[in-house]
């Protein structure tokens, strides 16, 4: 049994690749989610006493957060290894081979639709593998 249900997870994955932080209570699982896409001064100045109000209790919360740089690019790499299209492996593999490798690689799949539309149900998946993973090491499964 999940700690957490499915639904949840998704959910939490869908937040932080928009680039939201997700709080979720260790003991009520209550989630509280951080817009970092706010730009109303007054909203922002919420948001931020919010996430403060969190931090101040870390030790009650699990902080998810987008995947850092590196962990993104594992991502990048498991998704190029599920094309057998040589010509495609080679166009992702450089654009992760040159500098600002996740910018080149976004540039790269946001050109062809199909491309596109494979990567963001690719992430999205891996996101909640991801999500997941946090979880059950933050409640020591």
């Known amino acids: 049994m999940s700690v957490l249900h499915t639904e949840i997870i998704k959910n939490i994955a869908r937040e932080i690749a928009k680039g939201n ?9 209550a989630i509280t989610t951080i817009d970092n896409s706010i730009v109303d001064p007054e909203e922002i100045a ?18 998810i957060e ?3 740089t590196d962990d993104q690019l594992v991502m990048m790499g498991d998704f190029i290894d599920e094309f057998s299209d040589k010509s495609v492996r080679k166009q992702l593999s450089n654009a992760l081979n040159r ?3 996740v910018r080149n690689f976004m540039q790269t799949v946001e050109h062809d639709m199909e491309l596109n539309i494979r990567w963001r149900n690719f992430r999205i998946e891996e996101y909640q593998r991801w999500v997941s993973n946090l979880i059950i090491d933050a409640y020591n499964f």
Not at 21 to 29: L, M, P, V
């Open 66 to 68: 987008k995947p850092s």
């Open 46 to 63: 919420a948001q931020e006493k919010l996430q403060a109000e969190r931090e101040r209790k870390i030790k009650d919360y699990v902080k």
């Open 21 to 29: 932080t997700c709080y979720i209570h260790r003991f009520s699982k």
């Open 99 to 101: 500098k600002n490798p």
